[in-house]
Protein backbone atom coordinates (compact mmCIF):
# COMPACT_ATOMS: atom_id res chain seq x y z
CA UNK A 1 0.00 0.00 0.00
CA UNK A 2 1.51 3.28 -1.12
CA UNK A 3 0.39 6.60 0.58
CA UNK A 4 -0.65 9.19 -1.51
CA UNK A 5 0.42 12.63 -0.83
CA UNK A 6 -2.27 15.30 0.67
CA UNK A 7 -3.06 19.10 1.11
CA UNK A 8 -4.24 20.51 4.21
CA UNK A 9 -6.99 23.40 3.33
CA UNK A 10 -8.23 25.42 6.55
CA UNK A 11 -11.31 27.17 5.97
CA UNK A 12 -10.89 30.09 8.40
CA UNK A 13 -14.02 31.56 7.96
CA UNK A 14 -15.94 28.56 9.30
CA UNK A 15 -15.87 28.40 13.19
CA UNK A 16 -13.96 26.15 15.41
CA UNK A 17 -14.95 22.84 15.59
CA UNK A 18 -16.80 22.97 12.52
CA UNK A 19 -16.70 19.68 10.64
CA UNK A 20 -15.61 21.28 7.20
CA UNK A 21 -13.20 23.90 9.06
CA UNK A 22 -9.95 21.09 8.00
CA UNK A 23 -10.11 19.04 4.73
CA UNK A 24 -7.18 16.73 3.89
CA UNK A 25 -7.40 16.08 0.40
CA UNK A 26 -5.25 13.75 -1.82
CA UNK A 27 -3.51 15.22 -4.65
CA UNK A 28 -4.36 15.03 -7.61
CA UNK A 29 -2.16 12.92 -10.51
CA UNK A 30 -1.25 16.18 -11.89
CA UNK A 31 -0.60 17.75 -8.87
CA UNK A 32 2.06 15.24 -7.79
CA UNK A 33 3.61 15.76 -11.24
CA UNK A 34 4.04 19.13 -10.94
CA UNK A 35 5.09 18.94 -7.54
CA UNK A 36 7.84 16.41 -9.11
CA UNK A 37 8.83 18.71 -12.01
CA UNK A 38 8.99 21.22 -8.91
CA UNK A 39 11.35 19.66 -7.20
CA UNK A 40 13.86 18.75 -10.45
CA UNK A 41 13.50 22.20 -11.78
CA UNK A 42 14.78 23.36 -7.94
CA UNK A 43 17.25 20.79 -7.48
CA UNK A 44 18.46 22.11 -11.27
CA UNK A 45 18.65 25.58 -10.25
CA UNK A 46 20.38 24.62 -6.71
CA UNK A 47 23.22 23.04 -8.67
CA UNK A 48 23.46 25.66 -10.94
CA UNK A 49 24.17 28.04 -7.58
CA UNK A 50 26.76 25.79 -6.23
CA UNK A 51 28.57 25.54 -9.61
CA UNK A 52 28.52 29.12 -9.96
CA UNK A 53 29.55 29.72 -6.13
CA UNK A 54 32.62 27.34 -6.87
CA UNK A 55 33.45 29.35 -9.83
CA UNK A 56 34.23 32.36 -7.76
CA UNK A 57 35.88 30.30 -4.99
CA UNK A 58 37.85 28.97 -7.92
CA UNK A 59 38.74 32.44 -9.33
CA UNK A 60 39.26 33.79 -6.27
CA UNK A 61 42.18 31.32 -5.15
CA UNK A 62 43.42 31.83 -8.34
CA UNK A 63 43.78 35.49 -8.31
CA UNK A 64 45.41 35.22 -5.00
CA UNK A 65 47.76 32.68 -6.14
CA UNK A 66 48.92 34.97 -8.95
CA UNK A 67 48.56 38.13 -6.85
CA UNK A 68 51.19 36.49 -4.15
CA UNK A 69 53.57 35.29 -7.04
CA UNK A 70 53.24 38.54 -8.43
CA UNK A 71 52.00 37.25 -11.87
CA UNK A 72 48.90 38.89 -13.69
CA UNK A 73 45.81 38.02 -13.39
CA UNK A 74 42.93 38.04 -15.95
CA UNK A 75 40.09 41.04 -15.45
CA UNK A 76 38.05 38.66 -14.19
CA UNK A 77 39.95 37.40 -11.51
CA UNK A 78 41.06 41.07 -10.59
CA UNK A 79 37.28 42.13 -10.34
CA UNK A 80 36.29 38.83 -7.57
CA UNK A 81 39.07 40.48 -5.97
CA UNK A 82 37.93 44.02 -5.92
CA UNK A 83 34.31 43.22 -5.95
Do not use: F, W, Y
Amino acid sequence: MTDRPTRLVVDCSLPEGHPDKVQIIPLTDQEILEREQQAAQAAIEQAEREAEAQRIADLKESAKAKLIAGEPMTPEEASVLIG
